[in-house]
């Protein structure tokens, strides 16, 4: 899209820009561009065949449930009748990444959700988190860019084409993970490259004018802005911390609670010192 978008001529009758558009996708940056682009297509197939035996295939749900069928039987039923995307999983996903309100445990011992998980999903790991609360300078970064984008658009200071070309896709990953049959912390690696893209242009519209905010404005962002790293780094190694403690399973149960369940996991991982502190 990027490629296509970026040779497409902005100005000039049809018939003109025709030719233009075709000159602009047979010159030398769009062929240097599309062989950088071909060389890591390559390796990733390369990589994809020697995983999947099909160059084309990323994953194959089939084979990643397969070694614990006898132990959850229903898991390809599941499969079968769902899939390993599907749309009506859009809300839990947004939940289960941003808003971790799925933790809940009612009165009888379940999670919030639990009849729609087992349902629905054939895994939702351990830890709770949120981008909100370990990613807050990207988020708030890239909401300066939304709210700004109006302004930069009036001034021609971005390439709105390149601009949605990229957003585009970079939104594909995110949109297939919160769609995916299994909640994992791990995949939050697909959120990052349009959650970066978006800050970076935050902060481009910010510094692109700075004489737009009054001193006020300036003390005020500026403090928003080192509050929300400062609450990022805290909270990115807290969530790091639990991740590597939870127990790998695709089937988390804290019946006793989530503080019961880590004081569990922190004595089988330090006996020594859970001793010490009489945990």
């Given at each position: 899209?990027l490629?296509?978008l970026?040779?497409?001529?902005?100005?000039?009758?049809?018939?003109h820009?025709?030719?233009?558009?075709?000159?602009?996708?047979v010159?030398?940056?769009?062929v240097?561009?599309?062989?950088?682009f071909?060389?890591?297509v390559t390796?990733?197939?390369?990589?994809?065949?020697?995983?999947?035996?099909?160059p084309?295939?990323?994953?194959d749900?089939?084979?990643c449930?397969?070694?614990t069928a006898?132990?959850e039987?229903?898991?390809?039923?599941?499969?079968?009748?769902?899939?390993?995307?599907?749309?009506?999983?859009?809300?839990?996903g947004a939940?289960?990444?941003?808003?971790?309100?799925?933790k809940?445990?009612?009165p009888?011992?379940?999670f919030?959700f639990?009849e729609?998980?087992?349902?629905m999903?054939?895994?939702?790991?351990?830890p709770?988190?949120?981008?909100l609360l370990s990613?807050?300078l990207l988020?708030?970064?890239?909401?300066?860019?939304?709210?700004?984008?109006?302004r930069?658009?009036?001034?021609?200071?971005?390439?709105?084409?390149?601009?949605?070309a990229?957003t585009?896709?970079?939104?594909?990953?995110?949109l297939?993970?919160?769609?995916?049959?299994?909640?994992?912390?791990?995949?939050?690696?697909e959120?990052?490259?349009?959650?970066?893209?978006t800050?970076?242009?935050?902060?481009?519209?910010?510094?692109?004018?700075?004489d737009?905010?009054?001193a006020l404005?300036?003390?005020?962002?500026?403090?928003?802005?080192?509050?929300?790293?400062?609450?990022g780094?805290?909270?990115?190694?807290?969530?790091?911390?639990l991740?590597k403690?939870?127990?790998?399973?695709?089937?988390?149960?804290?019946?006793?609670?989530?503080?019961?369940l880590?004081?569990?996991?922190l004595?089988?991982i330090?006996?020594?010192?859970?001793?010490?502190?009489?945990?």
């Amino acid at each position: 899209m990027l490629v296509l978008l970026l040779a497409w001529p902005t100005a000039g009758p049809l018939r003109h820009r025709l030719p233009r558009f075709v000159r602009g996708l047979v010159s030398k940056r769009t062929v240097v561009g599309l062989a950088i682009f071909l060389v890591f297509v390559t390796l990733y197939g390369m990589v994809n065949y020697q995983r999947w035996g099909d160059p084309l295939k990323f994953s194959d749900p089939l084979a990643c449930i397969t070694y614990t069928a006898e132990v959850e039987p229903g898991r390809f039923a599941r499969l079968e009748a769902y899939g390993a995307f599907n749309i009506h999983q859009l809300w839990y996903g947004a939940l289960y990444y941003f808003f971790p309100i799925w933790k809940i445990i009612r009165p009888d011992g379940q999670f919030l959700f639990s009849e729609f998980e087992r349902r629905m999903l054939d895994g939702v790991e351990p830890p709770p988190s949120s981008f909100l609360l370990s990613d807050p300078l990207l988020l708030v970064l890239g909401g300066t860019f939304l709210l700004q984008l109006p302004r930069l658009a009036r001034g021609r200071l971005l390439d709105l084409r390149a601009t949605a070309a990229l957003t585009i896709g970079f939104s594909i990953p995110v949109l297939l993970i919160l769609t995916f049959f299994y909640m994992a912390f791990r995949y939050r690696t697909e959120f990052y490259p349009l959650l970066e893209f978006t800050a970076f242009l935050g902060f481009y519209a910010i510094c692109v004018n700075p004489d737009r905010f009054d001193a006020l404005s300036r003390g005020g962002l500026s403090l928003l802005l080192i509050t929300s790293a400062g609450l990022g780094i805290v909270c990115s190694h807290l969530f790091l911390f639990l991740y590597k403690i939870s127990p790998f399973t695709n089937r988390v149960s804290a019946p006793d609670g989530w503080v019961d369940l880590y004081l569990t996991q922190l004595k089988l991982i330090f006996p020594s010192i859970a001793q010490r502190l009489h945990l």
